[in-house]
């Protein structure tokens, strides 16, 4: 059974920094491209960045450019999602989703993240 | 503002049918056959309904279909179910940097 569980989130000054991380389990996680995904409260889902399968490709959106950075752990088949200069505007539920081709076909049970002082 | 547009509500009665419209432009929704639809339930995490334009995975009722006509996809549920009621949200890839975008969400609420 796939299943990807999210951790780290919590509650963090504005400016502060926060690492996410998201366990993989039930599939081959080096062979596949991984995303981040958030969701205000109340609010949509906003696509956060995205990873190759080995690491090598990887993008974001333009909100958090240059403040997240992605990464993986193939060995530990792990995704990790690290936020400095977090603000008010990155709260939100984070989840991990699995790329299958151009859609997401899993998805953790997200980490809230609160940025408030 | 989202780069797809959704309406922020449909509703429908047990039994009927409802279509959900999402809206891009030739770099998105128009220029790819990569719309994919995701049903939330509150609290929950999304789940894929939906991919590249038309196709269901199989753990998916046939009740949802999609459709994609120029620069609007649609998603339609026929046969409403209570179990229905959800938020609903489309996505496309996209030619610009971001390479996905989503609609803003569209609460369908089944009467």
């Known amino acids: 059974e796939v299943q990807l569980v999210e951790s780290g989130g919590g509650l963090v000054q504005p400016g502060g920094s926060l690492r996410l991380s998201c366990a993989a389990s039930?599939?081959?996680?080096?062979?596949?491209?991984m995303n981040w995904v958030r969701q205000a409260p109340g609010k949509g889902l906003e696509w956060v960045s995205y990873i190759g399968s080995s690491g090598s490709t990887i993008n974001y959106a333009d909100s958090v450019k240059g403040r997240f950075t992605i990464s993986r752990d193939n060995a530990k088949n792990s995704l990790y999602l690290q936020m400095n200069s977090l603000r008010a505007e990155d709260t939100a539920v984070y989840y991990c989703?699995?790329?299958?081709?151009?859609?997401?076909?899993?998805w953790g049970q997200g980490t809230l993240v609160t940025v408030s002082s | 503002q989202s780069a797809l547009t959704q309406p922020a509500s449909v509703s429908g009665s047990p039994g009927q049918s409802i279509t959900i419209s999402c809206t891009g432009t030739s770099s998105d929704v128009g220029g790819y056959n990569f719309v994919s639809w995701y049903q939330q339930h509150p609290g929950k995490a999304p789940k894929l309904m939906i991919f590249d334009v038309t196709n269901r995975p199989s753990e998916v009722s046939n009740r949802f279909s999609g459709s994609k006509s120029g620069n609007t996809a649609s998603l339609t549920i026929s046969g409403l179910q209570a179990e229905d009621e959800a938020d609903y949200y489309c996505?496309?890839?996209?030619?610009?940097?971001?390479?996905?975008?989503f609609g803003g969400g569209t609460k369908l609420t089944v009467l």
């Open positions: 989703a699995r790329e299958r081709g151009t859609w997401w076909d899993y």
């Open positions: 996505s496309s890839y996209t030619s610009s940097s971001t390479r996905r975008v």
């Open positions: 039930g599939f081959s996680f080096s062979s596949y491209e």
